[in-house]
């Protein structure tokens, strides 16, 4: 009885300590899933799908013309065919735009400021709470929160599947029973997001305290110094290599630096989903495979479990509800315990 007070007053005092920070993450989470649901974010609007790769070296060399002393970032294929594809360019003096263009055609379209998309700003939100480095310490301590919620939560109730079977607006206590009843619907799905997304997280700034301030060598080239084999047969091989896969981004090389084409594969386990295939940049021939480390398998699967974003439509509606179910939680359990307050004065 003891240990069931002491973990209800843990559960209490974790929920009310990251309450904020994980209202911040929640809903941004919830935003990003209904920015990928309804492409808001994809880029400019083609007059039609996408059906050939016939302009993307059409389109590295407009870039090269155009942003010639820039460097030549990740390039990003659009979730949907009628949408254009996206380049990261950065420009001599530091500022990062996003170009976006026609792969069919090769034509670009105006630049922009990088992190201008909504996508974008709630993905700086929901990555560091817009506070730099500190923010990305307040969302790991939040994700271990979280988890500790999950376990401390499932452990405290009592009359488990007669809570998760039952209505919860008939219960007694209609809020109280809601918000038993969402705990226990969407406790699988917060301890995976919590865990995976402090994988992902701390990783990126564990990186950070690693090297502060150090520009990333490979972005310090200029895009005429870029690969100068062509792109389309390194895609076409790519794809044809993985029957099935879908193209996920292209980190084209440098000087002699070898080109990376990643895939998407929606129906392999959350480990095996992104595959990369690398090609020689100067010689367009593909390399060898090798085996993916055990560490990559660990990221890759978290971020599979994370944003729900590489399974089929149907996972991206079951995890847009289970953030909705989220956003309840956040309402029902500050809710809770300050109705809690008044009734604990009155019965003293």
């Known amino acids: 009885m003891k240990t069931r007070i002491l973990l209800w007053k843990l559960h209490r005092w974790i929920g009310l300590a990251c309450a ?18 309804t492409e808001t974010a994809a880029g400019p609007r083609l007059d039609r799908p996408v059906t050939t790769l016939a302009g993307v070296d059409v389109a590295i060399s407009s870039l090269r013309a155009r942003y010639g002393d820039t460097t030549l970032g990740l390039i990003l294929p659009a979730p949907d065919p009628r949408h254009a594809w996206q380049a990261s ?38 990555n560091g709470l ?21 376990i401390s939560g499932f452990a405290i ?47 990126k700034t564990l990186g950070e305290f690693g090297r502060p301030g150090r520009p990333n060598a490979a972005m310090a080239r200029p ?8 792109l389309r047969p390194m895609l076409e091989s ?47 021939a593909m390399a060898p495979a090798r085996p993916v480390p055990a560490f990559m398998k660990l990221m890759i699967a978290a971020k599979s479990l994370h944003t729900g974003l590489w399974d089929r439509s149907v996972m991206l509606g079951l995890y847009l509800l289970a953030a909705t179910l989220c956003v309840i939680l956040l309402v029902t359990g500050p809710w809770l315990w300050w109705r809690r307050r008044p009734m604990k004065r009155h019965a003293r």
């Open 89 to 126: 360019v950065r420009e001599r003096d530091g500022e990062n735009l996003t170009v976006a263009f026609d792969p069919q055609s090769g034509q670009i379209f105006a630049p922009m400021p990088a992190g201008a998309a909504a996508r974008d700003i709630l993905l700086t939100i929901h």
């Open 223 to 230: 895009i005429s110094d870029a690969a100068r084999a062509p």
């Open 157 to 203: 109730m009592r009359r488990r599947w007669r809570t998760l079977t039952s209505v919860p607006w008939h219960s007694a206590s209609p809020l109280a029973g809601l918000h038993k009843w969402t705990g226990l619907v969407v406790m699988i799905f917060l301890f995976l997001s919590a865990s995976s997304g402090f994988l992902l997280l701390g990783f």
């Open 20 to 37: 904020v920070p994980f209202a911040v993450l929640a809903v941004t989470g919830l935003g990003l899933l209904i920015c990928h649901a």
């Open 238 to 284: 790519a794809l044809n290599a993985h029957p099935g896969a879908e193209l996920q981004g292209i980190m084209p090389g440098h000087g002699a630096g070898p080109v990376a084409v990643m895939l998407l594969v929606r129906d392999a386990a959350p480990w095996d989903k992104s595959v990369t295939v690398s090609f020689d940049g100067q010689s367009g």
């Open 130 to 150: 817009l506070l730099g480095l500190g923010g990305k310490v307040i969302a790991l301590l939040t994700a271990i929160a979280l988890i500790m919620l999950t």
